[in-house]
């Protein structure tokens, strides 16, 4: 199916007209993870994440994907610590993944892609009074990025799973609520840290990007969302560009774990 074929010719979709990389970007994402360019940090931190499951709202397909969305009005679900300078507000979260399973993730471990990455968006509240605002700012967001590899069936995500029919369709959002994200993040503190972009259009530079070592096991029925999703992301570029070029420092938290 035209699904299966790793490349699209990603010019002719009207959302990618932006330049696929900002001219003199210094900062862009995704970027491959090379642990031998990795430097501890011991003035990292572990990151603290409370969030409060009734700010969760609902579940939208935007034709690209599928997001789950918070409540972001009050410092209800919050991360703090970590490589942060201050608490960052959740807004929604979001997944990457392939039509087949050998790749799907946009950053790479030492080349290697996952089946999926989940995207965990927070914004910085403290010094921006809006999400809109927050997305132009060097400082102005904060993505936790966890893989998922194939594995055990993750009964976390699977309430979120058997919710997706529901949203088959491009713009259907349902109600969704008492959902706690936390559960689809690694225990083991240990993360990668480096200062990023969006990592698509518009390619902003305005992302703290910490990406967990660990990745989170599902089964081979909750990573093939595509199942459920597919008809959209036929029809969508699918748009897998990394970013070889010089990027910011990379650092490494880690605990003996
Ligand atoms: N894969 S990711 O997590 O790096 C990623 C990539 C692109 C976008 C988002 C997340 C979300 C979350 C922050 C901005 C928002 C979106 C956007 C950009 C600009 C806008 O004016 C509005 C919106 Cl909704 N674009
Ligand atoms: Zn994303």
Same mark, same amino acid.
């Given at each position: /199916? /035209?699904?299966?074929s790793?490349?699209?010719?990603?010019?002719?979709?009207?959302?990618?007209?932006?330049?696929?990389?900002?001219?003199?970007?210094?900062?862009?994402?995704?970027?491959?993870?090379?642990?031998?360019? !990795?430097?501890?940090?011991?003035? =990292?931190?572990?990151?603290?994440?409370?969030?409060?499951?009734?700010?969760?709202l609902?579940?939208?397909?935007?034709?690209?994907?599928?997001?789950?969305?918070f409540?972001?009005?009050? %410092?209800?679900?919050i991360?703090?610590?970590?490589? =942060?300078?201050?608490?960052?507000?959740?807004?929604?979260?979001?997944?990457?993944?392939?039509?087949?399973?050998?790749?799907?993730s946009?950053?790479?471990?030492?080349?290697?892609?996952?089946?999926?990455?989940?995207?965990?968006?927070?914004?910085?509240a403290v010094?921006?009074? !809006?999400?809109?605002?927050? *997305?132009?700012?060097?400082?102005?967001?904060?993505?936790?990025?966890?893989?998922?590899?194939?594995?055990?069936?993750?009964?976390? =995500?699977?309430?979120?799973v058997?919710?997706?029919?529901?949203v088959r369709? #491009? %713009?259907? *959002?349902?109600?969704?609520?008492?959902?706690?994200?936390?559960?689809?993040?690694?225990?083991?503190?240990d993360?990668?840290?480096y200062?990023?972009?969006?990592?698509?259009?518009?390619?902003?530079?305005?992302?703290?990007w910490?990406?967990?070592?660990?990745?989170?096991? *599902?089964?081979?029925?909750?990573?093939?969302?595509?199942?459920?999703? =597919?008809?959209?992301?036929? !029809?969508?570029?699918?748009?897998?560009?990394?970013? !070889?070029? #010089?990027?910011?420092?990379?650092?490494v938290?880690?605990?003996?774990?």
């Amino acid at each position: /199916a /035209a699904c299966s074929s790793k490349t699209r010719n990603a010019a002719l979709h009207p959302l990618w007209q932006s330049p696929l990389t900002i001219p003199g970007g210094t900062r862009q994402s995704p970027i491959n993870i090379q642990w031998r360019d !990795s430097v501890y940090d011991p003035f =990292l931190k572990p990151l603290k994440i409370s969030y409060d499951p009734t700010t969760c709202l609902h579940i939208w397909n935007n034709g690209y994907s599928f997001l789950v969305e918070f409540d972001d009005s009050a %410092d209800k679900s919050i991360i703090v610590g970590g490589p =942060l300078e201050n608490q960052y507000r959740l807004k929604q979260f979001h997944f990457h993944w392939g039509a087949i399973n050998d790749w799907g993730s946009e950053h790479t471990v030492d080349s290697k892609f996952y089946p999926a990455e989940l995207h965990l968006v927070h914004w910085n509240a403290v010094d921006y009074p !809006s999400f809109e605002d927050a *997305v132009m700012e060097g400082n102005g967001l904060a993505v936790i990025g966890v893989f998922l590899k194939l594995g055990a069936r993750h009964e976390g =995500l699977q309430t979120l799973v058997d919710a997706l029919p529901a949203v088959r369709h #491009k %713009d259907t *959002v349902i109600e969704f609520d008492e959902f706690d994200p936390s559960c689809l993040i690694p225990s083991c503190p240990d993360y990668w840290t480096y200062a990023g972009s969006l990592t698509t259009p518009p390619l902003t530079e305005s992302v703290t990007w910490i990406i967990k070592k660990k990745p989170i096991e *599902v089964d081979e029925d909750q990573v093939n969302l595509n199942f459920t999703l =597919l008809p959209q992301r036929c !029809s969508e570029p699918v748009f897998h560009q990394q970013f !070889s070029g #010089k990027t910011q420092k990379l650092s490494v938290f880690s605990e003996i774990c």
